[in-house]
């Protein structure tokens, strides 16, 4: 169980808003993760670059608060390998299939108000949560 | 001032990667101050029978109350400051694989609770089960590329 905080997370996501409307202002581009990662695994020639260039910001971020702050993010994971490796496969398998994630359907699709964005938010919301309910619910 | 053709050059090559890096930095600070880097917060969003955390909403509310206007002002441009034209998706119509590829990836996130973002910013921690579900990712990535060349390479 985590507490529920709204402030924090309406602040970091308006913060996850603006990089991802200043990354289309300044390169043309949408802050997809699963795409700018898959891009990176294709190696298109000249489209590299800006794909590492935005994963290495991501680090940065990371370790500028992990500095600032003095201590670390929490990152509670109680999945074990076996579910992490199936878990990991078809996040990637599906993300590529079906064009997208949580970022770049989820925010930058739905704000350029894309049905296809939309429909895909829905579904992975849907099956999200089915699967949550099956594992915690009916299976334990 | 007077600029050489040599320092223009190099300015064009620096400064979009500077914004993609800023852009980066940005986007995992939203995810880490937002909670949801943390997978254990992202499957309590999901645990809607259970005790329900509903932040991950306000998360996407606050992401569309900046991304939705802002979108619309950029896109009004002719293009974006240091590439031609806006990249964006063209594809309009709703295939079977949109739905099937978010249903996959939705059980993947709901089995544990990480998309890529914030599993590619927690690597940070240098975490063995982090890493290992980073890989297992990419490894799903390529498995879709290939097994899609080769029912393309069949027709």
């Known amino acids: 169980m985590t507490p529920f905080t709204p402030v924090s997370g309406f602040l970091g996501g308006m913060l996850i808003g603006f990089a991802a409307v200043l990354l289309l202002l300044a390169n043309g581009r949408i802050a997809g993760v699963s795409g700018i990662i898959g891009g990176l695994l294709t190696r298109i020639r000249g489209d590299v670059a800006w794909r590492a260039a935005f994963v290495v910001g991501v680090w940065l971020g990371a370790l500028i608060y992990w500095i600032a702050r003095g201590e670390l993010f929490a990152v509670e994971s109680v999945a074990s390998w076996p579910v992490l490796l199936i878990a990991g496969l078809l996040v990637g398998f599906g993300t590529r299939m079906g064009g997208g994630c949580t970022s770049g359907h989820g925010v930058c699709g739905i704000a350029r108000l894309s049905k296809r964005s939309i429909i895909a938010t829905a579904v992975f919301m849907g099956s999200g949560i089915a699967t949550v309910f099956v594992t915690r619910h009916v299976l334990v | ?155």
């Open chain 2, 1 to 155: 001032m007077y600029l050489s053709e040599a320092m223009k050059k190099s300015a064009n090559t620096a400064l979009p990667l500077f914004f993609a890096l800023l852009s980066g930095t940005l986007f995992s600070l939203g995810l880490i101050v937002s909670g949801m880097v943390n997978p254990a917060k992202v499957l309590a969003f999901l645990d809607v029978a259970g005790n329900w955390d509903p932040t991950l909403a306000f998360v996407m509310l606050g992401a569309l109350a900046v991304a939705t206007p802002g979108f619309r002002i950029v896109l009004r441009r002719r293009g974006p400051w240091f590439a031609d034209r806006f990249a964006l998706p063209t594809k309009s119509d709703l295939e079977p694989r949109l739905a099937l590829g978010a249903a996959l990836f939705g059980i993947g996130w709901g089995l544990a609770g990480f998309c890529p973002g914030p599993a590619v910013t927690a690597l940070v921690t240098a975490r063995g089960d982090i890493v290992l579900f980073v890989a297992a990712m990419l490894a799903g990535t390529l498995i879709h590329d290939w097994v899609e060349r080769r029912t393309q390479a069949r027709r």
